[in-house]
Each structure stands twice: as structure tokens, then as C-alpha cells.
């Protein structure tokens, strides 16, 4: 269904800016493509002496600002097009926050819930050493995505530098801190969403802890980003991860709810609420909806239940383009994902560039730094939307793809 195609959707944002911005059809045919593709066979020895084969990809959208950069997830519905759209849409988020990087994604078709952790090791041993050659601290350099994390980072940098017989530490970000990870990039992207929050609240003129808040996921975006909010003193009413979601319109203790999921597995062992489905969350009576999951959540099946004033984009491409004219139709302000969760990988740019500088900031430095790019990021994607009379997501597109074109244009065509 080309509704849920994610390349689909992503290509169709690309023409819509293109469109709108009188795009260079040539620079416009170099950007519909993805610059690099590489599918690899990545066979691996189970625990139980059998072998099984994993397919992985690694695809590099566009290096014209800087090396790519993006994340590897392991999911089993990975498919080529998904890490396709997904390289795309980083070019675009490091556009829009003006990091010098292009844009790249990788994936393994794999349940890592299903594999033991020697397993995960030899997966991401033998997946980096099938893409090495395209990747390095100045060509292609990955981060964490859905499923994978700081420990499996530390193995792509390790599986990297004894292949070139020294560490590494720029080829990875995400890493933990002992071999040169950045103080506070584990929680960059919800801090990246919740200033993207902040900033749409004083824009609109509303009370910061007025707002009642449903965030859909529980990860490293949706459960960090419950627990920072909860601390500034905002309500949360509705959180889900996998298994499904919990209610409660007084408001959550969503440190209390990350104990019930260390406990039990899943949010809804939280048992101060009420329980409800994922889809049930999306169309809950609150103010800001925060989809901090995966892609295609809010179709044209359930767009038109959504009863949020706010929507900011948490995950990637929660919102099919279908949905996405529903509810603008109805009013909604949203925040589209290639601003709202840049701010991992802004803290990733930072993680690089004190890797490769082997100089190592405070927290308090990282998230003043991450801060200032959000925010100016928010400035200029408002100002454009005001001055073209067009939405946050047009605006955030006529950014980042003007910038992306006008280094193309500018490098000029080799040969
Ligand atoms: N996977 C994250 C994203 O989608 C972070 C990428 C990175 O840090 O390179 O933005």
C-alpha cells in the first residue's frame, strides 16, 4: 500500500518543497535518489551451533553537506525502502539544525527481543564488518536507532578500529562514556522534543503546565522525554510502549511507570490508571499528542479522532502525507520530526567532533550547545512559516532542502 510506503511519503514531501520552492529540477532528480545502497548477507552462528543468515542495509542519501550520518535500527519489518526514506530524512534533519553532515540509515531484518546478547554481538560484528568500507569517522557514521544502543555501538567501535589496528572513537556515536561517548546524548532527543515543545508553547501564547500531555512510546525518546517533562512540572496523562497504554487524566508519576516497566516488562503494569490501547491513546481528549514511537501511527483511518491541539513528531514519520493534510485541515499545529527529534543527532555531532578533538565537555556545555542549535533551528523554521504563510513541516522542509540544494549547486557536478 503506497500510503504506508515510507519512500513513498518521503518522496512526496520532496516534491511538494520542490514545488514550492521552484527547486532546480536537476538538483531536484540528484536529491529523489539515495546517493549510496549497500544490502548485505550477514551470516552468524547461533547459540544453538546452527547458522543463520540476517539481511542488513546501509544506505547514504546524500553527502553533500558533510559525511552521513544516521542510525542503525534492528526490527523485523526493516525493509530497504523504510532505510531508504529514513536516510532522507536525515539529510533533511541536519539541514534544518545546519550540522555539516549529510544523511544515511542502516538497518538488519532481525527480533533482537528474540536473540540472546552474544547473538546481538556477533549480528553487529559481522554487519559492520560487511559495510565497513563505506563507513569511517569521515565518511558514514552510525548511531543508535529503534532497538539498538549504547553496548551495541561500543562493539561497532570496536569491530571498526581492530580492523584498523587503533580505536576509533569518531566512526560511532551513542557510545557510552568510558570509550568516548557524549554526557547527555542518551537523553538528547527527548531534551531536542521537549525545547521543540517549549518553544511551540510560547509561540502560541499557551500555559506550560496547563498542558495535558499523551506520549505514545516508551524508548529512549518517549521515556526519557515523560520523565524530563515530569520534572519541569508538566502532566502527563497517557503513556504506551508495545504491549499497549496507561490513563490517567489527573496525571501520571512517570518515574513511578518506569519502575512498573523495569518490574514487569511493560507500562501497563502501572496499575494507578487506566489501561488503554495505543490507538486509543492517539485520540485521547488532552492538549499535546507526542508520537515517540514508530512509523505510520496516525493515518487517514484515525486522523480525524485526534482531539490534540499540538502534535510534535517525536519518532520519524509517525504521520502518513494523508493524514498529515487531515489535520492540518483540522487546525492542529504540528512539529514535524526532521526539527522535533534532531536533537540526537545534534549531540551526536557533538559526541563526533569531541571524539575527534579527543576534548570532552560538561553535561551542563552539551545541553546549553544543544539548546542554542534547537532553538534557533525552531526560529527559523516559525519565521519561514509565517513569512510563506505555510506549515511548520513545509517550513522545516524549504529549509533544510534549499540548503541541501544550494551545496549542490555551488560544488558543481563532477567530473
Ligand atoms: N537515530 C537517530 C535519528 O533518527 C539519531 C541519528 C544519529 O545520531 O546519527 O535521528
Same mark, same amino acid.
Given at each position: ?7 513513498? !511519503? ?39 551451533? #546452527? ?40 539529510? %533533511? +534533519? ?11 540509515? /542502516? ?6 527481543? #528474540? ?39 561500543? %562493539? ?18 551513542? +557510545? ?5 561517548? *557524549? ?15 517549549? &518553544?511551540t508553547i510560547k509561540k502560541l501564547n499557551l500555559n506550560f ?21 515530569? =520534572? ?10 508495545? +504491549? ?5 487524566? =489527573? ?19 502501572? &496499575?494507578?490508571?487506566?489501561? $488503554? ?22 493515518? =487517514? ?17 509517525? $504521520? ?13 499545529f ?23 578533538? *579527543? ?11 544543544? #539548546?542554542?542549535? !534547537? ?6 523554521? %516559525? ?28 560544488? /558543481?557536478?563532477?567530473?
Amino acid at each position: 500500500m503506497r500510503e504506508f510506503n515510507p519512500w513513498y !511519503m518521503a518522496l512526496k514531501h520532496l516534491d511538494e518543497v520542490a514545488e514550492k520552492i521552484n527547486l532546480d529540477p536537476n538538483i531536484h532528480n540528484i536529491l529523489k535518489k539515495p546517493k549510496r545502497i549497500l544490502t548485505v548477507s550477514i551470516p552468524i552462528r547461533m547459540d544453538d551451533g #546452527r547458522i543463520e543468515v540476517f539481511t542488513g542495509f546501509r544506505v547514504q542519501h546524500n553527502i553533500t553537506r558533510g559525511p552521513a550520518k544516521g542510525g542503525i535500527r534492528y526490527h523485523p519489518q526493516v525493509t530497504l525502502d523504510e532505510i531508504k526514506a529514513l536516510a532522507m530524512l536525515m539529510t %533533511w +534533519k541536519c539541514a534544518v539544525v545546519g550540522i555539516p553532515y549529510g544523511g544515511a540509515k /542502516g538497518g538488519i531484518i532481525c527480533d533482537p527481543k #528474540r536473540l540472546s546478547s552474544g547473538e546481538i554481538e556477533r549480528l553487529t560484528r559481522r554487519y559492520i564488518s560487511e559495510i565497513i568500507s563505506i563507513i569511517g569517522p569521515e565518511k558514514d557514521i552510525p548511531a543508535p536507532d529503534i532497538n539498538t544502543n549504547p553496548q551495541i555501538m561500543a %562493539w561497532i567501535m570496536d569491530t571498526y578500529s581492530m580492523d584498523k589496528g587503533y580505536s576509533v572513537p569518531g566512526v560511532v556515536t551513542g +557510545k557510552p562514556i568510558s570509550i568516548g561517548g *557524549s554526557l547527555g546524548r542518551n537523553t538528547a532527543t527527548a531534551r531536542g522534543v521537549m525545547f521543540a515543545l517549549m &518553544n511551540t508553547i510560547k509561540k502560541l501564547n499557551l500555559n506550560f503546565s496547563q498542558q495535558k500531555i499523551a506520549i505514545q512510546g516508551f524508548g529512549n525518546v518517549g521515556g526519557n522525554l515523560a520523565r524530563i517533562l515530569q =520534572k519541569e512540572n508538566c502532566k502527563i496523562i497517557a503513556v504506551s510502549d508495545i +504491549k499497549g497504554g496507561i490513563y490517567n487524566p =489527573k496525571g501520571l508519576d512517570c518515574f513511578k511507570v518506569s519502575e512498573a516497566l523495569e518490574k514487569t516488562g511493560s507500562v501497563t503494569g502501572f &496499575n494507578n490508571g487506566e489501561q $488503554i490501547t495505543n490507538k486509543e491513546l492517539l485520540s485521547l481528549n488532552c492538549d499535546i499528542l507526542v508520537p515517540a514511537a514508530i512509523e505510520n501511527q496516525i493515518t =487517514k483511518e484515525n486522523a480525524d479522532k485526534v482531539r490534540a491541539k499540538i502534535i510534535i513528531e517525536a519518532a520519524n514519520a509517525p $504521520i502518513t502525507p494523508e493524514a498529515d493534510k487531515i489535520l492540518n485541515e483540522k487546525g492542529i499545529f504540528i512539529v514535524p520530526d526532521i526539527l522535533a527529534n534532531a536533537g540526537g543527532v545534534t549531540v551526536s555531532y557533538f559526541e563526533w567532533v569531541q571524539g575527534l578533538q *579527543s576534548y570532552f565537555w560538561t553535561e551542563r556545555e552539551v545541553n546549553l550547545k544543544l #539548546r542554542d542549535i !534547537m532553538e534557533k533551528a525552531f526560529e527559523n523554521v %516559525w519565521r519561514i512559516s509565517q513569512e510563506r504563510k505555510v506549515d511548520m513541516r513545509m517550513a522545516a522542509y524549504i529549509l533544510a532542502v534549499s540548503r541541501v540544494a544550494e551545496a549542490t549547486r555551488i560544488r /558543481g557536478l563532477y567530473p
